[in-house]
């Protein structure tokens, strides 16, 4: 179970390598994952991935968390 914060620093340090994956956007937001509540990162892609990890590691202190991953498939914002 990551926390918003944990998932935020997941966002910041892992931004360069989903952007290299295709990602358009990254979020973070609440999931449900097997059956318990956390915060994950969110990758948003034009199409979807042909691979990508479950997870992101961050390093707090000397602990090494692993942080949900999700990609989701959606259009490019694009101004009217």
């Known amino acids: ?3 918003e914060k944990e998932a935020d620093l997941a966002r910041e340090e892992h931004a360069d390598f989903l ?3 295709g990602a358009h956007g990254i979020t973070i937001d609440e999931i449900k994952r097997e059956g318990a509540k956390s915060f994950a990162v969110v990758a948003l892609f034009e199409d979807q991935p042909k ?6 590691e961050i390093k707090r202190g ?3 968390l ?3 991953l999700v990609a989701r498939v959606t259009e490019k914002f ?3």
């Open 1 to 3: 179970m990551a926390s």
């Open 19 to 21: 952007h290299d994956l």
């Open 51 to 56: 691979q990508m990890p479950d997870t992101l």
């Open 62 to 64: 000397k602990k090494t």
């Open 66 to 68: 692993t942080v949900p």
């Open 78 to 80: 694009r101004p009217e």
